[in-house]
T-cell receptor, first 114, second 114 residues
Framework: AQSVTQPDIHITVSEGASLELRCNYS??????LFWYVQSPGQGLQLLLK??????LVQGIKGFEAEFKRSQSSFNLRKPSVHWSDAAEYFC????????????FGSGTKLNVKP | DAGITQSPRHKVTETGTPVTLRCHQT?????MYWYRQDPGHGLRLIHY???????DKGEVSDGYSVSRSKTEDFLLTLESATSSQTSVYFC?????????????FGPGTRLTVL
């Protein structure tokens, strides 16, 4: 069965520090991969996506993610965090046999210290 | 802005009462989705629609029904609400028909069942 694991429930980083949020998935083939961000009381906004090709993908707001097939991972990174990045981040997997099925991780809540 | 609205945005109801949540889109997309979001679970798919009168179940469909009589509206009904259905409900749309199209989310409806 498909699953998505985000092992860190909460992460706190200082403003200006680098960030890496982890995402591991379980899927029979290479899935479609997404990162979404959710600010408090808001819906989800897409940060970036991976379907094929270059394993390092760039997204909005200075985020990037790297797909590593050997590790079944799709970690999100940002070189310098801003206070406005405080939010909850969700990794998601899109099934390739039924593209109506998305599977979300449980989320990582990011706090940014001044 | 993907042109998605949800109504109501907040609702408090009592156990055993019927509840209907509405999702409305302005861009005539074919695919629409209902998710619920609970702490520690991320988002889980309840039902989805691939056209007018065409719907299918997601991973947590028990206790929910949906209807889509017009392209722009996708209704989620709890026939007899239970406290376990207290959650935040998100509607999403997926533009296009290919697998590599991300989902865009509405602002959510917070439902409390007492």
């Amino acid at each position: 069965a498909q699953s998505v694991t985000q092992p860190d429930i909460h992460i706190t980083v200082s403003e200006g520090a680098s960030l890496e949020l982890r995402c591991n998935y379980s899927y029979g083939a290479t899935p479609y991969l997404f990162w979404y961000v959710q600010s408090p009381g808001q819906g989800l906004q897409l940060l970036l996506k991976y379907f094929s090709g270059d394993t390092l993908v760039q997204g909005i707001k200075g985020f990037e993610a790297e797909f590593k097939r050997s590790q079944s991972s799709f970690n999100l990174r940002k070189p310098s965090v801003h206070w406005s990045d405080a939010a909850e981040y969700f990794c998601a997997v899109g099934a390739t046999d039924n593209f109506n099925k998305f599977y979300f991780g449980s989320g990582t809540k990011l706090n940014v210290k001044p | 802005d993907a042109g998605i609205t949800q109504s109501p945005r907040h609702k408090v109801t009592e156990t055993g009462t019927p509840v209907t949540l509405r999702c409305h889109q302005t861009e005539n997309h074919r695919y629409m989705y209902w998710y619920r979001q609970d702490p520690g679970h991320g988002l889980r798919l309840i039902h989805y629609s691939y056209g007018v009168k065409d719907t299918d179940k997601g991973e947590v469909s028990d206790g929910y029904s949906v209807s889509r009589s017009k392209t722009e509206d996708f209704l989620l009904t709890l026939e007899s609400a239970t406290s376990s259905q207290t959650s935040v409900y998100f509607c999403a749309i997926r533009p296009g028909t290919g697998a590599n199209n991300e989902q865009f989310f509405g602002p959510g409806t917070r439902l409390t069942v007492l």
